[in-house]
């Protein structure tokens, strides 16, 4: 198991890791929701945002309950982590913001051991 945050892997990343992040995207809009007029276009946008939000996190949610992990498994929570991730990324400076919360480059250990092999290969 990867320890520094900065270096986690898919393998690291659990369905709660999900849902915590989820959780605080959606605490932000639904904050932002409350500064906007019922029926006016920030509102709407919002409302949209959350929706789609929503949905990403249902096709997340599902491959990290899936199993049993395959190698296949761990690519897709990969894509589907990331792709939350970059909807996050705007958050990152706030105290708030987990340092959990990062795009992620590796399947697993061995992954990021192999891409490591590779870097130090080519000096």
Do not use: C
Request: proline fraction near 1%; charge should be neutral; avoid cysteine.
């Amino acid at each position: 198991m990867t320890t520094l945050y900065s270096k986690l892997t898919a393998e690291d990343l659990a369905l709660g890791d999900v849902d915590a992040l989820v959780g605080y995207l959606i605490a932000r809009l639904e904050k932002g929701r409350e500064g906007a007029s019922y029926g006016s276009d920030a509102f709407h946008a919002l409302s949209t945002v959350e929706s789609l939000l929503k949905s990403q996190a249902d096709d997340t949610r599902a491959v990290f309950a899936a199993s049993p992990v395959t190698e296949e498994l761990l690519s897709a929570r990969l894509r589907q982590w990331n792709k939350l991730i970059r909807v996050v990324r705007a958050w990152r400076g706030e105290a708030d913001f987990s340092d959990r919360w990062n795009l992620i480059e590796h399947r697993n250990a061995a992954a990021a051991a192999e891409a490591a092999t590779r870097r130090l290969s080519r000096l």
